[in-house]
């Protein structure tokens, strides 16, 4: 039972340097998001989509692009790295967008930008 | 003011003990209630959805009064292994997007 994975695990990128997360889930999922977890903060909405082909800005999406090509895959593309953006992203998925159904995370990907 | 407004803690109680949680959240119009539990440096899981009447799940009874707008968490004869951070989180907007209160950090000694 795979669920939701997320790669790399881990990552240190230079300020400035572009790269994706990847994100995917088999469990057929309509509704894919993106978080940042940061001390003192709690998680905040990056992007999200409920669909393939449909996504949409949460709070804090600047800096970030995403897209939705399938069902499964979600990548979080950071397009000019900053040290702000250090901090550790988690990737969710659920069932449905309007029941406000229980959301799936993947483990995690710990960024520091230097 | 935050969205959704937790005490961060930490609470530390002995084992056995029984420890409340409490949340609040500021949109009325939200739909949908839940606590979720995050181990250190693991991603959040979902411990229990929250309803109206109020619901049980072994040792863990959660509580939702909207007219207050607040959300609690009891957790009876702790357990070590319930040491983590409770995370309160609501619902906005019509995709139900699920928003985050910053956690309370639980610690059960021995």
């Known amino acids: 039972n795979a669920g939701v994975t997320q790669t790399p695990k881990f990552q240190v990128l230079k300020t400035g340097q572009s790269m994706t997360l990847q994100c995917a889930q088999d469990m057929n999922h309509e509704y894919m998001s993106w978080y940042r977890q940061d001390p003192g903060m709690g998680l905040r909405l990056i992007h999200y989509s409920v669909g393939a082909g449909i996504t949409d800005q949460g709070e804090v999406p600047n800096g970030y692009n995403v897209s939705r090509s399938t069902t499964e895959d979600f990548p979080l593309r950071l397009l000019s790295a900053a040290p702000s953006q250090t901090s550790v992203y988690f990737c969710a998925s659920s069932y449905s967008p309007t029941l406000g159904t229980e959301a799936f995370f993947g483990q995690g990907t710990r960024l520091t930008v230097v | 003011r935050k969205e959704v407004e937790q005490d961060p803690g930490p609470f530390n109680v002995p084992e056995g003990a029984t420890v409340a949680f409490n949340c609040t959240y500021s949109n009325s119009a939200s739909q949908s209630f839940f606590w979720y539990r995050q181990d250190c440096r693991k991603e959040p899981k979902l411990l229990m959805s929250?309803?109206?009447s109020g619901n049980e799940d072994g040792r863990f009874t959660a509580q939702l009064n909207r007219a207050s707008q607040y959300i609690s968490l009891l957790i009876r004869d702790s357990k070590l292994s319930d040491s983590a951070t409770y995370l309160c989180?609501?619902?906005?907007?019509?995709?139900?997007?699920?928003?985050f209160g910053t956690g309370t950090l639980l610690a059960v000694q021995p």
């Open positions: 989180v609501v619902t906005r907007g019509a995709t139900n997007k699920l928003i």
């Open positions: 929250v309803y109206s």
